[in-house]
């Protein structure tokens, strides 16, 4: 029987999850867990076909929890849930995602999602884990303040700095601001880390805007676009 992962630190919206997925039983099991440093203890100990995950938590918010899916457990389709966002943020969440659902939602709606998911087959040409776009726009959505760091083979380590969701830094090796950015673009991606926010943030260099810098970086090189989305 297939397991699915459920990350939610709503307690009453956890119980009328459970509820919903009662009758599917005989279906799929579950774990519900309610932060991300106890999703990724599961994760570590027995094998998961399926996560859904809040951004919003305590200790672990659900960006750290997918990177560390993309990183290590690629394969593992993810279900996002978020309290903010409107139809057009979700919309640009891209297809790695499964699905993208605004709180308040409906916990049946759910439990379908999640029986569609585990009947799914992955096309061949899906790429195992997200991308960095699906990143880049939960960040911005979620209007989160962090450092988010880029390992990509043979090259110095990147990172792009967040001030409540505003990207506006970006550093690899001597290289900063929008020059980074583009050349971070440029990269193939191995893994992604989120690291907390220097005690003194880095001045601003990068004054654009995130869908504008993407939308460059496609304009500039083609096959970026095959990278981002």
Request: glycine content about 6%.
């Amino acid at each position: 029987m297939k397991t699915v992962l459920i990350a939610e630190d709503d307690r009453i919206l956890s119980k009328r999850i459970e509820r919903a997925l009662a009758p599917h039983g005989d279906r799929f099991a579950y774990r519900m867990v309610t932060d991300g440093q106890a999703a990724i203890a599961v994760l570590e100990e027995e094998p998961i076909d399926l996560v859904v995950t809040d951004i919003q938590m305590p200790r672990m918010n659900g960006l750290v929890l997918l990177a560390y899916i993309h990183t290590y457990h690629a394969h593992i389709p993810c279900i996002v849930t978020s309290a903010y966002g409107t139809s057009r943020m979700r919309a640009k969440v891209p297809q790695e995602v499964l699905r993208f659902f605004i709180k308040p939602y409906d916990p049946a709606d759910l439990a379908q999602s999640i029986l569609s998911a585990l009947q799914r087959e992955v096309p061949p040409e899906m790429p195992d884990g997200l991308r960095l776009l699906a990143f880049l726009n939960m960040i911005e959505m979620e209007q989160i303040s962090c450092g988010f760091r880029i390992t990509a083979p043979g090259c110095p380590d990147a990172t792009l700095y967040f001030d409540n969701g505003i990207l506006i830094d970006a550093q690899r090796g001597e290289m900063t601001g929008e020059a980074a950015f583009y050349d971070i673009m440029k990269g193939e991606i191995a893994t992604y880390t989120f690291v907390d926010m220097p005690p003194e943030p880095p001045a601003r260099t990068i004054h654009a805007d995130l869908g504008e810098l993407i939308r460059n970086a496609v304009a500039d090189d083609p096959e970026t676009e095959l990278f981002l989305v």
